[in-house]
């Protein structure tokens, strides 16, 4: 008899109309239910365009019956009310959010493995625009292990707006707004959660925070390329991604698997960061510990832009336990430097996209 794993994974070779991506990836296949070879589906649509049902249905059904084992296929297919024609202009199908009102550019910083200083990019690049006169904010999607409030020195509870519709109101540090879960989280209490509760909480990050005006949201993902990260690129409104590896072939396997998700979601990739490319001794002799060049040489062969490569330097690390980014602390420092000009291209990049 078929499993409902296999039934979700036929699906996903349902396209929705006009579309690239899948109907599973989109979260609008509410219901699945296997019985005895018969398999019945609730599939919830946010458009009322009958035509795009319709085909959705008529395909669904195809892909399941193809399925070993399966006699009887059944596709419900529920709509808002409308006048049965597509929108023109009008947003995506699936269940994501709209973007935040308020919020310029969306940008997720990821890496697919941990341990190579997504956050610590994160952090700088977010200050390093700060310093240019934008308005940003940073969040800390890393719900497992938040390291930002570490990073930016903030210790404190968000506070909530009165009036109407109450509001999480993000914390402010170097010039950035800031929202996390380690805001909310008692010393070192844990998350225990699956999936939906974490996409929940996201998501109320995005649309119940009061962000105010922002230039640009820079978004913390967690490490990983797995259905969680998918679907966080999917309820985070996002305009472009920027991937961040060391040198070696251990982190570059993995970060193919990050190029790959933001493909999958058609998420653009602004650019690659190689971090921890060098060390520089005391003597000054130049110690590539994890290699060198890996990165720039995956970009060139994935076709996305370089950004740049950052050193490992003591001051990095220093101003992450301090809570004052090198890219605030030491705004003249090699580091902070190779910060700023990341930054300022991701500026004129996004500038360039910019309708």
């Given amino acids: 008899m078929p499993s409902e794993n296999e039934i979700l994974a036929a699906l ?75 929108q023109p202009g009008g947003s995506a199908p699936g269940q994501a959010p709209q973007k935040a009102p308020g919020i310029g550019r969306v940008i997720a910083v990821a890496s697919g493995k941990g ?14 625009l700060a310093k240019r006169g934008e308005r940003v904010g940073l969040l800390d999607c890393d719900i497992y292990g938040p390291s930002i409030p570490l990073m930016m020195g903030v210790n404190e509870r968000p506070s909530v707006t009165g009036g109407g519709e109450e509001k999480l109101v993000p914390l402010e540090s170097h010039g950035v707004k800031l929202m996390s879960m380690g805001f909310l989280l008692q010393d070192d209490q844990p998350v225990i959660w699956r999936g939906p509760m974490i996409m929940r909480t996201i998501q109320q990050f995005v649309m119940q925070v009061d962000w105010g005006e922002l230039d640009y949201l820079f978004v913390d993902l967690p490490p990983g390329t797995g259905d969680a990260q998918l679907s966080l690129c999917q309820t985070v409104p996002l305009d472009g991604g920027v991937i961040v590896t ?65 050193p490992l330097f003591t001051e990095i690390r220093k101003g992450g336990d301090d809570g004052v980014p090198v890219a605030v602390g030491e705004p003249d420092s090699p580091p902070a430097v190779v910060f700023a000009q990341i930054a300022q291209q991701l500026q004129e990049q996004l500038a360039d996209t910019a309708e």
């Avoid at 009322?48 to 669904?60: G, L, R, T």
């Avoid at 341990?115 to 390093?128: D, E, M």
């Fill in 115 to 128: 341990g190579v200083g997504k956050s610590t990019v994160s952090v700088n690049l977010a200050c390093a």
């Fill in 12 to 86: 996903k070779a349902v396209k929705y109309p006009g579309y690239s991506r899948d109907i599973v990836s989109l979260g609008i296949v509410k219901d699945v239910a296997v019985a005895n070879g018969a398999v019945s589906v609730a599939i919830h649509l946010t458009s009322a365009n009958a035509e795009a049902a319709a085909q959705i249905k008529s395909d669904s059904e195809a892909a399941i019956k193809a399925v070993e084992g399966v006699r009887l296929a059944h596709v419900q297919v529920h709509q808002p009310q409308g006048d049965g024609q597509a």
């Fill in 246 to 310: 060391t040198p070696q072939e251990a982190s570059l396997g993995v970060v193919r698997k990050g190029i790959e998700m933001f493909r999958k979601v058609n998420v653009p990739i602004l650019g690659m960061v190689e971090n921890m490319s060098y060390f520089t001794a005391p003597g000054g002799e130049r110690v590539e510990i994890f290699g060198h060049g890996g990165g720039q040489d995956e970009a060139a062969r994935q076709g996305i832009p370089f950004l740049g490569e950052m």
